[in-house]
């Protein structure tokens, strides 16, 4: 009986697994059209997604995604994929363009830090 209920889960999730998998695909294919999810829990999740599974080859596609997601997400992200990539943003169209509407942030941090919070 167990092995019949572990089977169908197992079904179900790599099912999900593979719906999932393909919107991460068409994330990476057009990153300025891809449907965007619509709770903030979804947008959370496939945006860490994306974090682990970003490479340097579609880093511009990334980047392009998360400017589409609320503020705070887009905040979220800049640091672990700043500390994997580095100096290799400073070349993406995109990151400059994002970093440049959203320098102000970075000046909030900065003086937090100075005030030690």
């Not at 593979?18 to 903030?40: D, E, G, M």
């Not at 999740?45 to 340097?56: G, K, T």
Request: proline share 3%; hydrophobic share 40%.
């Amino acid at each position: 009986m167990e092995t019949k209920q572990y089977g169908h889960w197992k079904k179900q999730w790599n099912l999900a697994d593979r719906k999932f998998n393909k919107w991460i695909n068409q994330i990476w294919k057009n990153p300025s059209k891809a449907k965007l999810p619509k709770t903030i829990a979804a947008k959370w999740q496939i945006l860490n997604v994306l974090i682990d599974r970003c490479q340097e080859k579609n880093l511009g596609a990334f980047i392009q995604f998360a400017t589409r997601l609320e503020p705070l997400l887009t905040l979220m992200m800049v640091k672990p994929i700043f500390k994997r990539f580095g100096i290799k943003l400073s070349g993406t169209k995109y990151w400059i363009d994002w970093f440049t509407k959203n320098n102000h942030c970075f000046d909030v941090v900065e003086a937090m830090k100075k005030e030690g919070k």
